[in-house]
């Protein structure tokens, strides 16, 4: 079975950063696109940052210049680097895989932005 496991999430201050990671394992082959999506309270899970395997990134309007997705495919791990946190990044973030068509989710990690 294909699980994805986050780290990293956690309280910060406005204007900090935070480096979320996420691990798949199970048995598959390859990895298609790696992701992350957030969920704040009352309101729909929207794409954060994605990245494929050969390393093309799409960044959200909102992430764009402050946050940047990367991976390592030995490790079967995506990273995102958080900059410039602002209150409104608070949300729940979550993992995505994409293998064969099929996504994956992680469980997701809390992220506050607060002083």
């Known amino acids: 079975q294909v699980q994805l496991v986050e780290y990293g999430g956690g309280l910060v201050q406005p204007g900090g950063s935070l480096r979320l990671s996420c691990a798949a394992s199970g048995p598959f082959l390859a990895i298609d696109t790696m992701g992350w999506y957030r969920q704040a309270p009352g309101k729909q899970r929207e794409l954060v940052a994605a990245?494929?395997?050969?390393?093309?990134?799409t960044y959200a309007d909102s992430a764009k210049g402050r946050f940047t997705i990367s991976r390592d495919n030995a490790l079967n791990t995506v990273y995102l680097q958080m900059n410039s946190l602002k209150p409104e990044d608070t949300a729940v973030y979550y993992c995505?895989?994409?293998?064969?068509?099929?996504?994956?989710w992680g469980q997701g990690t809390q992220v506050t932005v607060s002083s």
């Open positions: 990245i494929t395997s050969g390393g093309r990134t």
């Open positions: 995505n895989a994409v293998m064969r068509g099929r996504y994956y």
